[in-house]
């Protein structure tokens, strides 16, 4: 069964820097692009960042040049590195396979930024 088990959230404050780590299971982890969600309080579910298998990458506007993707396939792991963080980032942070994600999500990883 496919499984996704986020960590690495926490509280920073604003301009701060959290580095969040996705182990998945249940696939072909070097056959599949990997990709990053967040939720927000009273939002929807966004997409964040994916990383396709040979590495290329896709960020949505509000992170570029702060946030990093990346992919470990020996270890079947995706990476964030999120840097210059703001209030707005704050959310639930969840991994999933693309371009269809699958429908069993993980817990997801808080963070949270606030002065």
């Known amino acids: 069964q496919v499984q996704f088990v986020e960590s690495g959230g926490g509280l920073v404050q604003p301009g701060g820097s959290l580095r969040l780590s996705c182990q998945a299971s249940g696939f072909t982890f070097s056959s599949s692009m990997m990709d990053w969600y967040r939720q927000a309080p009273g939002k929807q579910r966004e997409l964040v960042a994916r990383?396709?298998?040979?590495?290329?990458?896709y960020y949505r506007d509000s992170v570029k040049g702060r946030f990093t993707i990346s992919r470990d396939n020996a270890k079947s792991m995706i990476y964030l590195q999120m840097n210059s963080l703001k209030s707005d980032d704050t959310a639930v942070y969840y991994c999933?396979?693309?371009?269809?994600?699958?429908?069993?999500w993980g817990q997801g990883t808080q963070v949270t930024v606030s002065s």
């Open positions: 990383i396709f298998t040979a590495g290329s990458t």
């Open positions: 999933n396979k693309g371009p269809m994600f699958s429908s069993s």
